[in-house]
């Protein structure tokens, strides 16, 4: 009877971490700020999955989830900033022109 | 179609889903209760094949054709975007000098951690039917693994270690040997994906029949997937770069052209 309701509460306060670590994902405005705390937020899925249980999941969220997702995503933002500064310096060019 | 019926329709729709999801909510066994159908069914198969590991049990062995399903997606998806990501025209390499500051205690830690994360890899591939892990994961450490090394600024180093001509053919060889293990399933056995091989004693290193050969086959595709789909990514943050217009009368839109047309 107490091991059950440890265990709820432990899936209770995994279960809300993960609830506050979605809101901060979703709340943080600038993208690459953003990566850094889906990286987080996939941790604390992963201490969810091993919470409830199934370790095979969590080995692969704290692979997937925290690192090779948020390393893609912050790639891209570089792309996209780079590919911009370039616009800019074509355009800036002309300009001069 | 006025505005008042597609409102009407909307509604309609939203409250038979209501209805449905509520029916489906209540008729569903209590979380965490003790009534579990396909957990008994599946736990007394594993048991018949003396696979420690429930979960790789059921993906590689009650399941086989699912994976396969899965595994090829994935390498589809990996090859779509090394296909979207190469240089294309206008686009050119560049080398990428080694330039930037890493933090000692940084680069201590990659020493440190690079061997690490490449035998722990190894060990989950290799226990993927004994304890928790397996292919997949196995695969996914390794590859993160050896990211490890750009992290520790050391580009050059990464590429070295990783020729990458090596994982795209060890990504299609995967998949390759997981059907292969699986049409011998179907030769020797009685189906497709059937556990042909004696299975040995529970939780023994070798045991389970075919579980670790696909769990190898699966590490194989997963980890040469991650490895060319962040080699595509870090290739295009890092050495391709769009040509320099040198002739300001070319536009970019006359160039497309030149490149649909050739």
Redesign the interface.
Known sequence: MNDGVLSNLLIGVSLTLVLVGAAAVVFSHHPSKQAVVLSGYGLLLTILFVVLQAPDVALSQVAIGTAVVPLIVVLAIRKVSDIRAEHRGITDGQEEK | MTRRIRLIVLGLGIVAFAVSMALAFTGMPQF?GDLHAYRDAAVAATYAHDTA?A??SINFDQRGFDTFGEETILFCAVIGVAALLRPVYRERRREVSEAGHVLESTNLLVYFLFPLTVVLAVN?LAHGAVT???G??GG??L??GI?LLYVGGRYSLLRKLRPLAWFHQGEALGVVLFGALGITGAALGSALFANVIPQGQLGDFISSGTVPLFNIAVGMTVCSS?IV??AS??D??LAI??ER?SD?GRTPRSGYEEGSAS
Do not use: D, E
Request: charged share 5%; no cysteine.
């Open positions: 965490g590991n979960v790789s989950v928790p892990g397996g997949f994961q996914v450490i590859s993160t990211h991650v789909l962040l990514f870090l295009q943050a770069r769009a217009v300001p």
